[in-house]
C-alpha cells in the first residue's frame, strides 16, 4: 500500500519550453502532496506544499510563476516547469500524505530526472 | 527554526558487522523523527519514524532507531549489515509544537556495505 507514481521519470527538454510532471497516489487519497528538488549529494529541497482544492504554498527562494503546482484531485499534483533553463535540471521528487495522523508519513514517488539543453 | 545534522558524509562497514548511521536535531518543540533510505535513481522509502513512547524504534529490513532526548539524537542502526543496505539515508524532523509544520532533512548519508 501507499504508493506514489511519477511521470515522466525522465524528460530531456529545450531551453525555454515547458514540462509538466505528474504525481499520482495510487492506493490512497492525498490530501497534501509536496514537491522537493534534490541537487547532486545534497538534501531534499522543499519547493512547495499543495492540499487538494487550494493553492500551493511555495518555499522561500521558490519563484511561484516559474514552478506551476496544481493540485486538482485527491490523487493527483501536477508540477510544471516553465520556460524552462538549464539550471532547472535537477531530480524532482514529489511526496503525498494521507493526512490527519497519517500526515507524520510522507510516501514518495520515484523522482523525475530533468535535463534541459 | 528546526534543523537535523547527518555528519558523515559516507559510512562504510563490513557485511555482517553492525552499522549505525548518525543523526542529531534541533526543534524547539517535541520532535518527530524519520528515517528515509533511497535507493540510486529511486524515490525516498520510509523506515521508521519516533513519535513517542519507547525510545527504541523498530522499522523496516531489520533498521532500528534509539531517540535520545538529551543528546538530541536519533541515530539509525542495525545489528548485522547486508550488502543491500548499500544506500542513501536521511534523517528527518518535524516539530510538533502544535499545527502542521514542514519536515526538514538532513543531507544523506551513503552507507557503503563492503562484502
Known amino acids: 500500500g501507499a504508493v506514489v507514481s511519477q511521470h515522466p521519470s525522465r524528460v530531456i527538454c529545450k531551453s525555454g519550453t515547458s514540462v509538466k510532471i505528474e504525481c499520482r497516489s495510487l492506493d490512497f487519497q492525498a490530501t497534501t502532496m509536496f514537491w522537493y528538488r534534490q541537487f547532486p549529494k545534497k538534501s531534499l529541497m522543499l519547493m512547495a506544499t499543495s492540499n487538494e482544492g487550494s493553492k500551493a504554498t511555495y518555499e522561500q527562494g521558490v519563484e511561484k510563476d516559474k514552478f506551476l503546482i496544481n493540485h486538482a484531485s485527491l490523487t493527483l499534483s501536477t508540477l510544471t516547469v516553465t520556460s524552462a533553463h538549464p539550471e532547472d535540471s535537477s531530480f524532482y521528487i514529489c511526496?503525498?500524505?494521507?493526512?490527519?495522523?497519517?500526515?507524520?508519513?510522507?510516501?514518495f514517488g520515484p523522482g523525475t530526472r530533468l535535463t534541459v539543453t | 527554526a528546526q534543523s537535523v545534522a547527518q555528519p558523515e558524509d559516507q559510512v562504510n562497514v563490513a557485511e555482517g558487522n553492525p552499522l549505525t548511521v548518525k543523526c542529531t536535531y534541533s526543534?524547539?518543540?517535541?520532535?518527530?523523527l524519520f528515517w528515509y533510505v533511497q535507493y540510486p535513481n529511486r524515490g525516498l522509502q520510509f523506515l521508521l519514524k519516533y513519535i513517542t513512547g519507547d525510545n527504541l524504534v523498530k522499522g523496516s529490513y531489520g533498521f532500528e532507531a534509539e531517540f535520545n532526548k538529551s543528546q538530541t539524537s536519533f541515530h539509525l542502526k542495525k545489528p548485522s549489515a547486508l550488502v543491500s543496505d548499500s544506500a542513501l539515508y536521511f534523517c528527518a524532523v518535524r516539530d510538533h509544537s502544535g499545527g502542521y509544520q514542514k519536515v526538514t532533512f538532513g543531507t544523506g548519508t551513503k552507507l557503503q556495505v563492503i562484502p
Open positions: 511526496s503525498a500524505s494521507p493526512g490527519g495522523r497519517g500526515l507524520d508519513e510522507q510516501y
Open positions: 526543534v524547539s518543540g517535541n520532535p518527530y
